[in-house]
Nanobody
Framework: VQLVESGGGLVEPGGSLTLSCEVSGFTLDYLHIGWFRQAPGKGREGVAS????????NYADSVKDRFIISRDNAKNTVLLQMNSLKIEDTGVYYCLAVRYGYAGLRTAVESQAKWSGDSGSWGQGTQVTVSP
């Protein structure tokens, strides 16, 4: 599985960005997807996840009501729409594809913790900088 993130950039506080995670090498229909971020000097933490059908989404409390995760399996793409951005949202954003075990992904996101699973595929990340 290969994942490529895009859409990052520099934005002022209160602004919006939409990140894209394009999946190839495997059918997206069979993959659960999570978005993680890593701020400077900190570990990689979960922020949002979506199960393979798209019927279940989960968010970290810090981004709830501001971020929206969605997927288009026909386009092999998962989006993360980020609104009302804050300085503390700054970091490198990564998408993670997991074939089994959505519960573990949900736990990492809702706990805003690192991924502890023993499998999964990561993208290379895209930088998001929120600054006045």
């Amino acid at each position: 599985v290969q994942l490529v993130e895009s859409g990052g950039g520099l934005v002022e506080p209160g602004g919006s960005l939409t990140l894209s995670c394009e999946v190839s090498g495997f059918t997206l229909d069979y993959l659960h997807i999570g978005w993680f971020r890593q701020a400077p000097g900190k570990g990689r933490e979960g922020v949002a996840s979506i199960n393979k059908s798209g019927g279940v989404t989960n968010y970290a409390d810090s981004v709830k009501d501001r971020f929206i995760i969605s997927r288009d399996n026909a386009k092999n793409t998962v989006l993360l729409q980020m609104n009302s951005l804050k300085i503390e949202d700054t970091g490198v954003y990564y998408c993670l594809a997991v074939r089994y075990g959505y519960a573990g992904l949900r736990t990492a996101v809702e706990s805003q913790a690192k991924w502890s699973g023993d499998s999964g595929s990561w993208g290379q990340g895209t930088q998001v900088t929120v600054s006045p």
